[in-house]
């Protein structure tokens, strides 16, 4: 569904904008779940009141092994993010300052899976199924450079937190706005963007305390860690999506040769 006017683009995503930010004004965890969940409704109306039968317009079509695709994304944002935690603590820039107990650990996990997907999907359809839904008919180097920009500027309280937490947003936008191009989805990008941070809330139950020596240590490797992943996926891309010798940035090329 392309051809709706650039205002009804540009309020339609204002809203969206308005909804997820707007509980963080505001120390309330009820506020912040009413509204993150919340997001999913606005967002539907909005797709259905645009044309859409729902947020399938956004990149969220129950179809095309979908469930592997997030599957296979949990699984990879979970992996490589633990690697990242994995080297932080091996080159010295984290240190583990407790003991580890894994009941309570797991006792949280219902929790934590509930308080990291709705922030994830929100986020998602926002920075990327959006403009996905409306915008695809730019060039693909054009579109995964605006939404990997959309996604950095996304964090907006993060903006100043210095040079290396900037760039492993903007790679990370860069790996998830490539896995919504060529799959035609935003199931995959879901899936790691949720695994990334189920992982995280996890990493942060271990009592672990910062090398004051290499601060920004764990952000320059989370960046790498993210750049691998991207390698790989990009290898993906190559052989599932575009023809056999041809590494092509151009629409046309990726889209006709999707073989889902």
């Known amino acids: 569904m392309e051809g709706k006017s650039s205002a009804s683009i540009a309020s ?5 904008f308005i909804v997820y930010h707007f509980p963080e004004f505001y ?31 956004f990149g ?16 990879a944002g979970l992996i490589f ?38 922030p994830s999907i929100a986020e998602d359809i926002l920075t990327r199924g959006y403009l996905f839904g409306h915008l695809k008919s730019l060039r693909s180097f054009v579109w995964i450079l605006l939404s990997s920009t959309v996604y950095l500027l996304n964090h907006i309280w993060r903006l100043d937190d210095g040079p290396s937490v900037l760039l492993y947003l903007f790679v990370f936008g860069i790996l998830l706005a490539i896995a919504v191009w060529f ?11 949720w695994g990334a941070n189920i992982a995280f809330e996890i990493s942060a139950k271990i009592p672990t305390a910062e090398n004051p020596a ?14 691998i992943l991207l390698f790989f996926l990009l290898l993906f891309v190559r052989s599932k999506y575009l023809p056999v010798n041809h590494f092509s940035f151009k629409k046309e090329k990726c889209v006709k040769s999707n073989k889902q």
């Open 60 to 75: 969220l079509k129950l179809r095309n092994r979908w469930a592997l695709k997030l599957i296979a994304g949990i699984f």
């Open 12 to 16: 339609g995503f204002l809203i969206l």
């Open 81 to 118: 993010f633990a690697i990242a935690v994995f080297f932080s603590h091996f080159l010295g820039y984290e240190t583990i300052t407790g003991k580890l107990s894994l009941t309570p650990m797991l006792k949280s996990l219902p929790m934590i899976l509930i308080m990291t997907l709705f």
């Open 214 to 227: 290499y601060p920004e240590g764990p952000n320059w490797i989370l960046t790498f860690t993210w750049t």
């Open 27 to 57: 120390s309330s965890f009820w506020l912040m779940a009413i509204f993150k969940i919340g997001f999913l409704f606005s967002a539907y109306f909005i797709a259905r009141l645009q044309g859409w039968r729902g947020l399938e317009g």
């Open 183 to 193: 799959t035609g989805s935003l199931w995959l990008a879901f899936g790691i963007h």
